[in-house]
Protein backbone atom coordinates (compact mmCIF):
# COMPACT_ATOMS: atom_id res chain seq x y z
CA UNK A 1 0.00 0.00 0.00
CA UNK A 2 1.30 3.44 -0.51
CA UNK A 3 1.94 5.98 2.09
CA UNK A 4 1.39 9.44 2.27
CA UNK A 5 4.73 10.35 1.38
CA UNK A 6 4.53 8.28 -1.60
CA UNK A 7 1.73 9.48 -2.81
CA UNK A 8 3.19 13.13 -1.81
CA UNK A 9 6.11 12.72 -4.18
CA UNK A 10 4.01 11.21 -7.06
CA UNK A 11 1.72 14.16 -7.07
CA UNK A 12 4.05 16.51 -6.55
CA UNK A 13 6.14 14.64 -10.11
CA UNK A 14 2.86 15.26 -11.81
CA UNK A 15 2.11 19.03 -10.42
CA UNK A 16 -1.07 17.47 -8.77
CA UNK A 17 -1.09 18.24 -5.23
CA UNK A 18 -3.84 20.01 -5.12
CA UNK A 19 -5.44 16.15 -4.67
CA UNK A 20 -4.10 15.89 -1.30
CA UNK A 21 -5.95 19.14 -0.09
CA UNK A 22 -8.52 17.60 1.97
CA UNK A 23 -6.63 14.12 3.79
CA UNK A 24 -6.81 15.56 6.64
CA UNK A 25 -10.00 15.85 6.72
CA UNK A 26 -10.52 12.25 5.86
CA UNK A 27 -11.39 8.95 7.50
CA UNK A 28 -9.11 6.18 7.60
CA UNK A 29 -10.74 4.51 5.40
CA UNK A 30 -10.81 7.08 3.00
CA UNK A 31 -7.48 8.32 3.78
CA UNK A 32 -6.78 4.78 1.75
CA UNK A 33 -8.82 4.94 -0.73
CA UNK A 34 -7.48 7.91 -1.87
CA UNK A 35 -3.86 7.05 -1.42
CA UNK A 36 -4.63 3.51 -2.99
CA UNK A 37 -6.25 5.57 -6.08
CA UNK A 38 -3.22 7.69 -6.22
CA UNK A 39 -0.94 4.63 -6.79
CA UNK A 40 -2.91 3.12 -9.46
CA UNK A 41 -3.40 6.04 -11.61
CA UNK A 42 -1.33 7.14 -14.51
CA UNK A 43 -0.95 10.56 -14.66
CA UNK A 44 1.45 10.22 -17.29
CA UNK A 45 -1.54 10.18 -19.99
CA UNK A 46 -2.19 14.09 -19.30
CA UNK A 47 1.08 14.77 -21.14
CA UNK A 48 1.45 12.53 -23.78
CA UNK A 49 -2.35 12.80 -24.97
CA UNK A 50 -2.82 14.61 -28.28
CA UNK A 51 -6.32 16.51 -29.26
CA UNK A 52 -8.83 13.82 -30.90
CA UNK A 53 -8.87 13.79 -34.43
CA UNK A 54 -5.53 15.58 -35.12
CA UNK A 55 -2.78 14.66 -36.80
CA UNK A 56 -5.20 12.86 -39.94
CA UNK A 57 -3.52 11.06 -42.62
CA UNK A 58 -4.24 10.62 -46.33
CA UNK A 59 -8.08 9.53 -46.52
CA UNK A 60 -8.91 6.98 -49.24
CA UNK A 61 -11.88 4.42 -49.76
CA UNK A 62 -11.22 0.81 -48.71
CA UNK A 63 -12.46 -2.19 -50.10
CA UNK A 64 -15.34 -4.22 -48.38
CA UNK A 65 -17.12 -7.56 -48.71
CA UNK A 66 -20.23 -6.72 -49.34
CA UNK A 67 -23.40 -9.30 -48.76
CA UNK A 68 -23.04 -10.76 -52.06
CA UNK A 69 -19.74 -11.28 -52.43
CA UNK A 70 -20.00 -13.07 -48.54
CA UNK A 71 -23.33 -15.22 -49.81
CA UNK A 72 -20.79 -16.80 -52.94
CA UNK A 73 -18.77 -17.79 -50.17
CA UNK A 74 -20.95 -18.38 -46.87
CA UNK A 75 -20.37 -22.03 -47.11
CA UNK A 76 -16.48 -22.17 -46.98
CA UNK A 77 -16.61 -19.18 -44.70
CA UNK A 78 -18.99 -20.86 -42.25
CA UNK A 79 -17.22 -23.78 -42.56
CA UNK A 80 -13.84 -22.49 -41.36
CA UNK A 81 -14.85 -20.04 -38.76
CA UNK A 82 -17.34 -23.23 -37.22
CA UNK A 83 -13.98 -25.32 -37.05
CA UNK A 84 -11.82 -22.77 -35.19
CA UNK A 85 -14.54 -22.12 -32.70
CA UNK A 86 -14.83 -26.27 -32.10
CA UNK A 87 -10.78 -25.90 -31.75
CA UNK A 88 -11.47 -23.14 -28.93
CA UNK A 89 -9.67 -20.95 -30.68
CA UNK A 90 -12.04 -17.80 -30.63
CA UNK A 91 -13.22 -16.25 -27.62
CA UNK A 92 -15.45 -13.41 -27.35
CA UNK A 93 -14.98 -9.77 -25.36
CA UNK A 94 -17.39 -7.89 -24.15
CA UNK A 95 -17.52 -3.73 -23.42
CA UNK A 96 -19.33 -3.22 -20.47
CA UNK A 97 -18.23 -0.32 -18.62
CA UNK A 98 -20.83 1.76 -19.26
CA UNK A 99 -23.82 3.62 -16.98
CA UNK A 100 -27.35 3.24 -18.18
CA UNK A 101 -27.66 7.22 -17.27
CA UNK A 102 -28.75 8.34 -21.02
CA UNK A 103 -31.71 5.39 -20.36
CA UNK A 104 -32.52 7.03 -17.22
CA UNK A 105 -30.85 4.41 -14.86
CA UNK A 106 -28.61 4.73 -12.35
CA UNK A 107 -27.53 0.68 -12.91
CA UNK A 108 -25.03 -0.89 -15.46
CA UNK A 109 -26.03 -0.48 -18.94
CA UNK A 110 -26.46 -3.95 -20.03
CA UNK A 111 -28.57 -3.96 -16.72
CA UNK A 112 -31.37 -2.25 -18.84
CA UNK A 113 -35.10 -3.60 -19.39
CA UNK A 114 -35.67 -3.97 -23.01
CA UNK A 115 -38.47 -6.37 -22.58
CA UNK A 116 -42.39 -4.78 -22.25
CA UNK A 117 -44.79 -7.68 -21.43
CA UNK A 118 -41.47 -9.87 -19.81
CA UNK A 119 -37.91 -9.07 -18.44
CA UNK A 120 -35.31 -9.00 -21.09
CA UNK A 121 -32.26 -7.59 -20.21
CA UNK A 122 -29.67 -6.02 -22.80
CA UNK A 123 -27.31 -8.13 -21.21
CA UNK A 124 -30.01 -11.51 -21.68
CA UNK A 125 -30.33 -10.12 -25.11
CA UNK A 126 -26.10 -10.62 -26.13
CA UNK A 127 -26.02 -13.81 -24.03
CA UNK A 128 -28.79 -15.21 -26.01
CA UNK A 129 -27.11 -14.02 -29.30
CA UNK A 130 -23.84 -15.60 -28.33
CA UNK A 131 -26.00 -18.69 -26.81
CA UNK A 132 -27.08 -19.29 -30.75
CA UNK A 133 -23.62 -20.15 -31.93
CA UNK A 134 -22.73 -21.96 -28.79
CA UNK A 135 -25.82 -23.93 -29.59
CA UNK A 136 -24.88 -24.23 -33.48
CA UNK A 137 -21.30 -25.13 -33.47
CA UNK A 138 -21.80 -27.30 -30.61
CA UNK A 139 -18.90 -25.78 -28.72
CA UNK A 140 -18.41 -23.67 -25.99
CA UNK A 141 -16.79 -20.05 -26.20
CA UNK A 142 -15.03 -17.86 -23.58
CA UNK A 143 -16.64 -14.46 -23.03
CA UNK A 144 -14.78 -12.00 -21.18
CA UNK A 145 -16.93 -8.99 -19.82
CA UNK A 146 -15.01 -6.10 -19.27
CA UNK A 147 -16.46 -3.41 -16.41
CA UNK A 148 -15.42 -0.43 -14.92
CA UNK A 149 -14.75 0.44 -11.65
CA UNK A 150 -18.29 2.21 -11.65
CA UNK A 151 -20.38 -0.60 -12.46
CA UNK A 152 -17.71 -4.08 -11.85
CA UNK A 153 -19.76 -5.23 -8.30
CA UNK A 154 -22.84 -4.64 -9.77
CA UNK A 155 -23.04 -6.04 -12.75
CA UNK A 156 -21.18 -9.31 -11.31
CA UNK A 157 -23.80 -9.16 -9.04
CA UNK A 158 -26.39 -9.41 -11.48
CA UNK A 159 -25.17 -12.25 -13.61
CA UNK A 160 -25.17 -14.41 -10.20
CA UNK A 161 -28.22 -13.71 -10.01
CA UNK A 162 -29.73 -14.34 -13.31
CA UNK A 163 -27.64 -17.46 -13.41
CA UNK A 164 -25.74 -16.03 -16.33
CA UNK A 165 -28.56 -16.18 -18.14
CA UNK A 166 -28.16 -20.09 -18.85
CA UNK A 167 -24.46 -19.31 -19.87
CA UNK A 168 -21.67 -21.60 -18.70
CA UNK A 169 -20.09 -19.94 -15.62
CA UNK A 170 -17.00 -21.48 -15.91
CA UNK A 171 -16.40 -19.92 -19.69
CA UNK A 172 -16.69 -16.25 -18.33
CA UNK A 173 -14.79 -14.04 -17.12
CA UNK A 174 -14.44 -10.28 -15.85
CA UNK A 175 -12.10 -7.88 -15.38
CA UNK A 176 -11.90 -4.18 -14.80
CA UNK A 177 -11.33 -1.22 -17.41
CA UNK A 178 -8.07 1.08 -16.88
CA UNK A 179 -8.96 3.82 -15.71
CA UNK A 180 -7.44 7.48 -16.70
CA UNK A 181 -7.63 10.76 -14.60
CA UNK A 182 -10.16 13.43 -15.56
CA UNK A 183 -9.17 17.25 -15.64
CA UNK A 184 -9.90 20.51 -16.09
CA UNK A 185 -8.46 22.53 -19.00
CA UNK A 186 -5.04 23.47 -17.56
CA UNK A 187 -4.53 19.30 -16.74
CA UNK A 188 -5.50 19.61 -13.19
CA UNK A 189 -7.31 16.81 -11.86
CA UNK A 190 -10.56 17.17 -10.70
CA UNK A 191 -12.02 16.00 -7.43
CA UNK A 192 -15.54 13.83 -7.95
CA UNK A 193 -15.04 13.83 -3.75
CA UNK A 194 -12.64 14.59 -1.28
CA UNK A 195 -12.01 11.64 -0.99
CA UNK A 196 -11.57 10.48 -4.63
CA UNK A 197 -10.11 11.62 -7.75
CA UNK A 198 -12.57 12.17 -11.26
CA UNK A 199 -11.78 9.30 -13.54
CA UNK A 200 -13.23 7.87 -16.59
CA UNK A 201 -12.58 4.51 -18.42
CA UNK A 202 -9.76 4.76 -20.81
CA UNK A 203 -11.70 4.36 -24.31
CA UNK A 204 -12.64 1.53 -26.26
CA UNK A 205 -9.02 1.02 -27.52
CA UNK A 206 -7.81 0.36 -23.81
CA UNK A 207 -9.25 -3.29 -23.83
CA UNK A 208 -6.78 -5.05 -24.31
CA UNK A 209 -4.31 -3.69 -22.07
CA UNK A 210 -6.94 -4.21 -19.27
CA UNK A 211 -7.22 -7.49 -19.87
CA UNK A 212 -3.74 -7.96 -19.99
CA UNK A 213 -3.15 -6.07 -16.47
CA UNK A 214 -6.18 -8.02 -15.82
CA UNK A 215 -3.91 -11.13 -15.70
CA UNK A 216 -6.30 -13.03 -18.54
CA UNK A 217 -3.54 -13.03 -20.96
CA UNK A 218 -2.32 -16.24 -19.28
CA UNK A 219 -5.71 -17.59 -19.57
CA UNK A 220 -5.92 -16.98 -23.64
CA UNK A 221 -2.96 -18.72 -24.28
CA UNK A 222 -3.61 -21.59 -22.18
CA UNK A 223 -7.34 -21.75 -23.92
CA UNK A 224 -5.20 -21.60 -27.21
CA UNK A 225 -7.25 -18.72 -28.15
CA UNK A 226 -6.18 -17.07 -31.59
CA UNK A 227 -9.12 -14.73 -32.44
CA UNK A 228 -10.83 -12.37 -30.10
CA UNK A 229 -14.62 -11.10 -31.19
CA UNK A 230 -14.66 -7.45 -29.59
CA UNK A 231 -18.34 -5.62 -29.63
CA UNK A 232 -20.05 -2.93 -27.64
CA UNK A 233 -22.82 -3.51 -24.65
CA UNK A 234 -25.57 -1.58 -27.05
CA UNK A 235 -26.33 -3.38 -29.65
CA UNK A 236 -28.82 -6.08 -29.05
CA UNK A 237 -29.35 -7.36 -32.28
CA UNK A 238 -25.66 -8.00 -33.07
CA UNK A 239 -24.35 -11.60 -33.89
CA UNK A 240 -21.09 -12.62 -31.70
CA UNK A 241 -18.78 -14.58 -32.15
CA UNK A 242 -20.28 -15.28 -35.77
CA UNK A 243 -18.66 -18.25 -37.74
CA UNK A 244 -19.37 -16.65 -41.29
CA UNK A 245 -17.62 -13.16 -40.32
CA UNK A 246 -14.57 -15.62 -38.69
CA UNK A 247 -14.39 -17.48 -41.70
CA UNK A 248 -13.64 -14.56 -43.96
CA UNK A 249 -11.06 -13.22 -41.62
CA UNK A 250 -9.15 -16.31 -41.43
CA UNK A 251 -9.41 -17.91 -44.94
CA UNK A 252 -7.82 -13.99 -46.18
CA UNK A 253 -5.34 -13.73 -43.80
CA UNK A 254 -6.42 -10.56 -42.27
CA UNK A 255 -4.95 -9.33 -39.01
CA UNK A 256 -8.54 -7.77 -38.33
CA UNK A 257 -11.79 -8.23 -39.17
CA UNK A 258 -14.63 -5.19 -38.74
CA UNK A 259 -18.61 -5.69 -38.95
CA UNK A 260 -19.98 -2.45 -40.48
CA UNK A 261 -23.46 -1.48 -42.21
CA UNK A 262 -24.36 0.24 -44.99
CA UNK A 263 -25.04 3.93 -44.11
CA UNK A 264 -28.69 4.97 -44.28
CA UNK A 265 -27.60 8.61 -45.72
CA UNK A 266 -24.70 9.92 -46.61
CA UNK A 267 -24.46 12.34 -43.60
CA UNK A 268 -25.33 9.38 -41.13
CA UNK A 269 -22.81 10.00 -37.80
CA UNK A 270 -21.53 6.85 -37.72
CA UNK A 271 -17.48 6.05 -37.95
CA UNK A 272 -17.12 4.55 -41.81
CA UNK A 273 -13.63 2.23 -42.61
CA UNK A 274 -11.66 3.69 -45.11
CA UNK A 275 -7.35 3.78 -45.90
CA UNK A 276 -5.52 6.26 -43.29
CA UNK A 277 -2.08 6.57 -45.29
CA UNK A 278 -2.70 3.20 -46.85
CA UNK A 279 -3.55 1.70 -43.73
CA UNK A 280 -7.38 0.57 -42.66
CA UNK A 281 -8.58 3.26 -40.62
CA UNK A 282 -11.55 4.72 -39.30
CA UNK A 283 -12.93 8.28 -40.40
CA UNK A 284 -15.43 9.67 -38.01
CA UNK A 285 -18.16 11.20 -39.53
CA UNK A 286 -17.68 14.77 -38.86
CA UNK A 287 -14.25 14.36 -40.51
CA UNK A 288 -15.53 13.80 -43.88
CA UNK A 289 -15.32 16.59 -45.85
CA UNK A 290 -18.33 17.81 -48.73
CA UNK A 291 -16.19 16.02 -51.70
CA UNK A 292 -15.66 12.61 -49.90
CA UNK A 293 -19.39 12.36 -49.10
CA UNK A 294 -20.28 12.79 -52.49
CA UNK A 295 -17.47 10.62 -54.19
CA UNK A 296 -18.82 7.60 -55.81
CA UNK A 297 -17.02 3.98 -56.07
CA UNK A 298 -16.14 2.03 -59.61
CA UNK A 299 -20.07 1.18 -59.40
CA UNK A 300 -21.35 4.30 -58.89
CA UNK A 301 -22.04 3.30 -55.20
CA UNK A 302 -20.83 6.01 -52.13
CA UNK A 303 -17.05 5.67 -51.95
CA UNK A 304 -17.51 6.09 -47.72
CA UNK A 305 -20.74 3.96 -47.48
CA UNK A 306 -20.14 1.50 -44.86
CA UNK A 307 -20.66 2.74 -41.06
CA UNK A 308 -18.91 0.80 -38.27
CA UNK A 309 -20.83 -0.81 -35.24
CA UNK A 310 -18.13 -1.55 -33.20
CA UNK A 311 -17.54 -5.28 -33.69
CA UNK A 312 -14.12 -6.22 -34.59
CA UNK A 313 -12.42 -9.56 -34.66
CA UNK A 314 -8.44 -9.19 -33.76
CA UNK A 315 -6.02 -11.77 -34.20
CA UNK A 316 -5.03 -12.31 -30.74
CA UNK A 317 -1.15 -12.55 -31.61
CA UNK A 318 -1.17 -9.51 -33.57
CA UNK A 319 -2.89 -7.58 -30.02
CA UNK A 320 0.10 -9.24 -28.46
CA UNK A 321 2.32 -7.42 -30.64
CA UNK A 322 0.36 -4.49 -29.96
CA UNK A 323 0.47 -4.15 -26.56
CA UNK A 324 4.35 -3.86 -26.61
CA UNK A 325 3.66 -0.06 -28.62
CA UNK A 326 2.30 2.46 -26.88
CA UNK A 327 -1.28 3.76 -28.49
CA UNK A 328 -1.88 7.13 -29.62
CA UNK A 329 -3.63 8.91 -26.45
CA UNK A 330 -6.59 11.28 -27.47
CA UNK A 331 -8.17 14.65 -25.56
CA UNK A 332 -11.72 14.70 -25.43
CA UNK A 333 -13.66 17.53 -24.46
CA UNK A 334 -16.46 16.62 -21.78
CA UNK A 335 -18.72 17.59 -19.10
CA UNK A 336 -17.25 16.25 -16.06
CA UNK A 337 -18.73 16.56 -12.29
CA UNK A 338 -16.25 18.11 -9.63
CA UNK A 339 -15.99 20.00 -6.38
CA UNK A 340 -14.43 23.05 -6.30
CA UNK A 341 -11.71 24.27 -4.35
CA UNK A 342 -14.16 24.60 -0.97
CA UNK A 343 -15.29 20.90 -1.90
CA UNK A 344 -18.81 21.92 -3.42
CA UNK A 345 -20.33 20.01 -6.00
CA UNK A 346 -20.15 20.95 -9.13
CA UNK A 347 -22.30 20.01 -12.27
CA UNK A 348 -21.00 21.94 -15.45
CA UNK A 349 -23.64 22.98 -17.67
CA UNK A 350 -21.37 22.90 -20.68
CA UNK A 351 -17.69 20.73 -21.53
CA UNK A 352 -15.34 21.89 -19.04
CA UNK A 353 -12.38 19.43 -19.17
CA UNK A 354 -10.76 16.84 -20.65
CA UNK A 355 -11.07 12.89 -20.73
CA UNK A 356 -7.94 10.61 -22.12
CA UNK A 357 -8.64 7.78 -24.34
CA UNK A 358 -7.18 5.29 -26.57
CA UNK A 359 -9.10 4.38 -29.58
CA UNK A 360 -9.65 1.69 -31.29
CA UNK A 361 -9.47 2.86 -34.57
CA UNK A 362 -5.74 3.36 -33.69
CA UNK A 363 -5.27 -0.22 -32.94
CA UNK A 364 -6.85 -0.81 -36.12
CA UNK A 365 -4.51 1.69 -37.92
CA UNK A 366 -1.50 0.07 -36.57
CA UNK A 367 -1.83 -3.10 -38.14
CA UNK A 368 -1.54 -4.22 -41.70
CA UNK A 369 -4.67 -5.06 -42.89
CA UNK A 370 -8.84 -4.99 -42.50
CA UNK A 371 -11.42 -6.80 -44.04
CA UNK A 372 -14.54 -4.52 -43.53
CA UNK A 373 -17.27 -7.45 -43.60
CA UNK A 374 -21.11 -5.93 -44.72
CA UNK A 375 -24.04 -7.39 -42.60
CA UNK A 376 -27.35 -6.31 -43.18
CA UNK A 377 -28.28 -3.36 -40.91
CA UNK A 378 -31.90 -4.77 -39.74
CA UNK A 379 -30.83 -8.02 -38.46
CA UNK A 380 -27.80 -6.62 -37.05
CA UNK A 381 -27.98 -3.08 -35.83
CA UNK A 382 -30.53 -2.13 -32.59
CA UNK A 383 -28.10 0.15 -30.80
CA UNK A 384 -29.57 1.64 -27.85
CA UNK A 385 -28.17 4.81 -26.99
CA UNK A 386 -31.37 7.01 -26.22
CA UNK A 387 -34.49 6.61 -24.37
CA UNK A 388 -36.60 7.54 -27.19
CA UNK A 389 -36.20 8.49 -30.69
CA UNK A 390 -33.08 7.34 -33.12
CA UNK A 391 -30.92 4.77 -31.35
CA UNK A 392 -33.53 4.54 -28.37
CA UNK A 393 -34.99 2.17 -26.52
CA UNK A 394 -38.04 2.31 -28.99
CA UNK A 395 -36.24 1.72 -31.73
CA UNK A 396 -34.30 -0.89 -30.41
CA UNK A 397 -37.62 -3.04 -29.37
CA UNK A 398 -39.44 -2.07 -32.95
CA UNK A 399 -36.18 -3.87 -34.65
CA UNK A 400 -36.45 -6.82 -32.31
CA UNK A 401 -39.76 -7.36 -32.95
CA UNK A 402 -38.89 -7.78 -36.20
CA UNK A 403 -36.40 -9.97 -35.62
CA UNK A 404 -38.74 -12.59 -34.20
CA UNK A 405 -37.55 -11.73 -30.37
CA UNK A 406 -40.65 -11.87 -28.11
CA UNK A 407 -41.09 -8.76 -25.69
Known sequence: MMTYTEAYKKLERFDQL????????????EKEELLRQIDETDFSVITSAKASGSEKGKISPISVLQLDGIEERRSSFEKTGAELIRQGK???????????????????????????????FIFECLINNLLDVVKKVGAPIKLFIMTSDKNHEATVAFFNEKNYFGYDKAQ??????????????????????????ATSPNGNGGWFSSMKRGGLLTVINEAGIEWLNV????NVLQRIAD??????????????????????????????????????SIVEYYELSDEMRDQLDENGEPAYNYGVIL?????????????????????????????DADGNAVIPEAENGFKY??????????????????VVREHEFAPVKNRTGVDSVDSARELLKRNGVAL
Open 243 to 280: PCFIGAAAEGGYAVGSKVIKKASPDERVGVMCLEDGRP
Open 231 to 234: FAVD
Open 311 to 339: NYLFREKDLEALAERTLPLHIVKKKINHI
Open 18 to 29: HVLKFYDELSPE
Open 172 to 197: VHFFMQDMAPATDFDGKVFMETKSRM
Open 357 to 374: ENLVLDMINMLESCIPFE
Open 90 to 120: VGAVLLAGGMGTRLGSDNPKGMYNIGITREL
